[in-house]
């Protein structure tokens, strides 16, 4: 139930084109739903981050589309760019000043964007 | 503001030792989360501390330590090294729900 499912896991994309990565949770006690971005050879940078109010969120490129009730959340890149090749993670955490320092995350998406 | 800083950056060991390894948090983060990431778990949560006191605690055996000192740095400790221990060890300071991770620290176990 702790558990968060990624897929694809691996995604390659002609620049210009639309990124899609999914997630799904089953356990409704998670209220805040983050996406982060890692390069090699670093660590996680967080993209972009939603809760279960909202439905979509959009920032720049990059949209967050939440489902609360089929418990699924994706990452859309939109005209993506060879600057984008990374490797990608959601994660989530549940709600409380004990668990908000713990997230989990799905088993990442190495993303290929191809000029 | 400097970013979250992890030492050493990479660290060779031998099977049965120990290895500490070192983070210093964002300025005024009074939270930090230690992750492992390895090609085949993933990311991992191993632990987090937050004004000294571990808050929240990772499936994780108890070989797998850590503590926080009073300006925030965090150290975690890992006995009786294992091949499998061999992993990227990140750590996160938080600000509100945002973490913001270090560079981490890679640990190769021979």
């Known amino acids: 139930q702790q558990q968060v499912k990624q897929s694809p896991q691996s995604l390659i994309v002609q620049k210009g084109g639309i990124s899609i990565i999914n997630c799904a949770y089953e356990n409704t006690a998670f209220d805040y739903f983050p996406w982060y971005q890692q390069f090699p050879g670093k660590g996680p940078a967080l993209l972009i981050a939603?809760?279960?109010?909202?439905s979509e969120k959009k920032e720049g490129r990059f949209t967050i589309s939440f489902n609360k009730s089929a418990k699924q959340f994706s990452l859309h890149i939109m005209d993506s760019q060879p600057g984008d090749s990374a490797t990608y993670f959601c994660a989530a955490s549940m709600g409380g000043s004990s668990n908000t320092g713990k997230l989990i995350f799905g088993q990442g998406t190495t993303l290929q964007v191809k000029p | 503001k400097a970013g979250v800083t992890q030492t050493p950056r990479y660290l060779i060991k031998t099977r049965g030792q120990q290895v500490t390894l070192s983070c210093s948090p964002i300025?005024?983060?009074?939270?930090v989360s230690w992750y492992q990431q390895t090609p085949g778990q993933g990311l991992q949560f191993l632990f987090e501390y937050f004004s000294e006191t571990q808050r929240n605690k990772g499936n994780f055996p108890g070989r797998f330590s850590g503590r926080q000192f009073s300006n925030s740095r965090s150290e975690m400790n890992v006995s009786t090294l294992e091949l499998g221990d061999s992993a990227l060890y990140l750590c996160a300071s938080r600000l509100q729900e945002t973490q913001y991770f270090g560079p981490g620290t890679r640990l190769l176990v021979l």
């Open positions: 300025s005024g983060h009074r939270s």
């Open positions: 939603i809760r279960p109010d909202v």
